[in-house]
């Protein structure tokens, strides 16, 4: 037995699982919100929101690479499987209205905006990092604590600079450091690969540059034994190489633990 889609969408509606809204209402988020739990005080219409290991709670940290969306009030459309109280609808897609403020300047129409310092605000973007989206309007703060609340259309994504080779060391010391705070496991992991690979490289180096001198210094001493010494040059190079090769191998097993 078949069942048309429009019998579904009549179910759902009618059984309290999907809410619609009049998206020319004032301040309406057009983007289907699903309802969560928000571990914090004080929650309000337009905050950021982050997912942790503890739960939803206001974004507080600039660039913020958990952002999960923003609560809105008015949500177009909105999925509530559980009806428990306290639960806020939760957007992360569409067009939404984002609490902004003055940190990073004044806000202009097309401007990037991330996550700051302040519980659940946003501010313009100026340097690599994750983003919340594009302001669609907008915001002249006379001072950097100044909080308004703007439409954004929620894009959350992980933004690069493409200005100069500066800009470009600078973005991947942001973006190694979000990487390090967000997994700190891997990110040890890969500082330790390196170091075993290095420390490989000048061990095998400075043992081959070490018998390299003495062979030359013995050829110079006794020109008959060339041979010998060539040869154990050449076995020299080769244990460079495999003292290279064991920590190149056992730097992938690391990163592979």
């Known amino acids: ?63 913020d690479g958990t952002i999960a969306g923003v609560i809105t009030n008015h949500p177009a459309v909105s999925f509530q499987i559980d009806t428990t109280t306290g639960k806020f609808a939760l957007v992360s897609s569409g067009n939404s209205y984002v609490l902004v403020s003055g940190a ?22 100026k340097k690599a990092g994750y983003v919340l989206g594009t302001a669609l309007e907008d915001f002249g703060p006379t001072k950097s604590t100044d909080v308004k609340r703007i439409g954004v259309n929620l894009n959350i994504h992980l933004y690069t600079t493409q200005t100069s080779v500066q800009s470009h060391l600078l973005d991947i010391f942001n973006l190694s450091a979000i ?5 700190p496991l891997s990110a040890f992991k890969y500082v330790i690969s390196g170091l075993v690979v290095v420390l ?44 290279t090769g064991a920590g190149i191998f056992v730097a992938i097993l690391i990163l592979r633990l």
């Open 200 to 243: 490989s490289c000048v061990l095998g180096f400075f043992s081959f540059g070490r018998v390299a001198a003495k062979g030359v210094e013995a050829l110079g001493r006794n020109p008959l034994a060339a041979r010998m010494i060539q040869l154990g040059i050449a076995f020299n190079v080769l244990l460079t190489i495999m003292i």
């Open 1 to 63: 037995m078949k069942v048309s889609l429009v019998s579904i969408l009549l179910l759902f509606v009618f059984t309290g699982l999907v809410y619609a809204r009049n998206i020319s209402a004032q301040n309406t988020s057009l983007g289907v919100a699903s309802y969560v739990q928000i571990n914090g005080k004080n929650v309000e219409d337009g905050m950021i929101i982050s997912s942790t290991a503890t739960g939803f709670i206001p974004s507080k940290r600039a660039y």
């Open 104 to 125: 990073n300047g004044a806000i202009k129409k097309g401007d990037l905006i991330t996550t700051s310092t302040t519980p659940g605000v946003g501010m313009k973007v």
């Open 179 to 183: 990487a390090a705070i967000e997994e």
